[in-house]
């Protein structure tokens, strides 16, 4: 249901897009949002954007990540600014359904970013 790309190696400062592809009948009502999981700790919330494209981001990332919509290719993508070490993990797409999102709910396989000099 939901495919990531973008993924990869990049220096600390560096920018780098990630993009999740959904199919229309998610892309169009559902809550998208990226999680990111570090090695040895949980997975965090990263950013969402609700259907009505309301946004909310984790505080490590205010101001450098930022996540949208492309309603014609019912793309998320996440951009991805002055990166650090910190931010390195393996990303999540995801989806949830905006009534019952602990019952429907979709993830991503995943996308390495390794932000490495």
């Known amino acids: 249901q939901l495919v990531e790309s973008g993924g990869g190696l990049v220096q600390p400062g560096e920018s780098l897009t990630l993009s999740c592809r959904a199919t229309?009948?998610?892309?169009?009502?559902?809550?998208m949002a990226w999680y990111r999981q570090a090695p040895g700790r949980q997975r965090e919330l990263v950013a969402r954007?609700?259907?009505?494209?309301?946004?909310d981001y984790a505080d490590p990332v205010k101001g450098r990540f930022t996540i949208s919509r492309d309603n014609a290719k019912y793309m998320v993508p996440l951009q991805m600014n002055n990166l650090n070490s910190e931010d390195t993990a393996v990303y999540y797409c995801?989806?949830?359904?905006?009534?019952?999102?602990?019952?429907?709910?979709?993830w991503g396989q995943g996308t390495q970013v390794t932000v490495s000099s």
């Open positions: 995801y989806a949830e359904h905006p009534v019952i999102p602990t019952v429907i709910n979709y």
């Open positions: 954007i609700e259907a009505s494209g309301t946004t």
């Open positions: 229309a009948s998610i892309f169009n009502t559902y809550t």
